[in-house]
Nanobody
């Protein structure tokens, strides 16, 4: 099985930046596409961004384009989410996930991390 651990969350001011990491166990990280999702209290899980196995293909939620960038380093078994120009509405718990394809649907991912909290103050 695959285990994922997110890190890099924290408290940041509006307009600030954070870089989230998703560390995968084992040596099979490159076999999977990776997605980032977020969930705020009282809201449903929301797609953030996804990346193909090799990293050649990426896409992100329309509302986040230009601010969030997904990437991965397969040699380190680690994925990343660079978040810039953060807004209070970005406040949520952020999760990484692995699955067979880079989709925007949470149910299509097989492995999930525990999440890391991102809080953006106004």
């Amino acid at each position: 099985q695959v285990q994922l651990v997110e890190s890099g969350g924290g408290l940041v001011q509006t307009g600030g930046s954070l870089r989230l990491s998703c560390a995968a166990s084992g040596h099979t990280f490159s076999f999977y596409a990776m997605g980032w999702f977020r969930q705020a209290p009282g809201k449903e899980r929301e797609f953030v961004a996804a990346i193909s196995r090799s990293g050649a293909s990426t896409f992100s939620a329309d509302a986040l384009k230009g601010r969030f960038t997904i990437s991965r380093d397969n040699a380190k078994n680690t994925g990343y989410l660079q978040m810039n120009s953060l807004k209070p509405e970005d406040t949520a718990r952020y999760y990484c996930a692995l699955g067979p394809a880079p989709t925007m649907r949470p149910v299509q991912y097989d492995y999930w991390g525990q999440g890391t909290q991102v809080t953006v103050s106004s």
